[in-house]
Nanobody
Framework: QVKLVESGGGLMQAGGSLRLSCSAS????????VGWFRQAPGKEREIIAS????????YYPDSAKGRFTISRDNAKNTASLEIHSLKAEDTAVYYC????????????????????WGQGTQVTVSL
């Protein structure tokens, strides 16, 4: 059974940086794209970044370019999301999700494409 566990959230100050981690209990993690999403109160869950299973292909929506960095360590079955220059509007629950592809060379943008989700980690940014 696939299990994803996010960690690293908490109460942060604006302007700081944060690193979220996603630990995956899944076979063939290197075939799984990992997506990071966030959901702020009263808003839709939105994609922040996605990385292919082999780590070679990365996607950021325009809204996330510049302050967010996604990475992964297939040897440790983990993926990370760094957030720099934190803003109050980054306050949200952050989720990681996985989607397996045949060769691990794809990332996925749509929320509905992802098969498994973590429980989320709360990030709160104070001014």
């Amino acid at each position: 059974q696939v299990k994803l566990v996010e960690s690293g959230g908490g109460l942060m100050q604006a302007g700081g940086s944060l690193r979220l981690s996603c630990s995956a209990s899944v076979d063939s993690f290197n075939l799984n794209a990992v997506g990071w999403f966030r959901q702020a109160p009263g808003k839709e869950r939105e994609i922040i970044a996605s990385i292919s299973g082999d780590g070679k292909w990365i996607y950021y929506p325009d809204s996330a370019k510049g302050r967010f960095t996604i990475s992964r360590d297939n040897a440790k079955n983990t993926a990370s999301l760094e957030i720099h220059s934190l803003k109050a509007e980054d306050t949200a629950v952050y989720y990681c999700a996985t989607k397996q592809s045949t060769y691990g060379t794809m990332y996925f943008i749509r929320r509905s494409a992802y098969e498994y989700w973590g429980q989320g980690t709360q990030v709160t940014v104070s001014l």
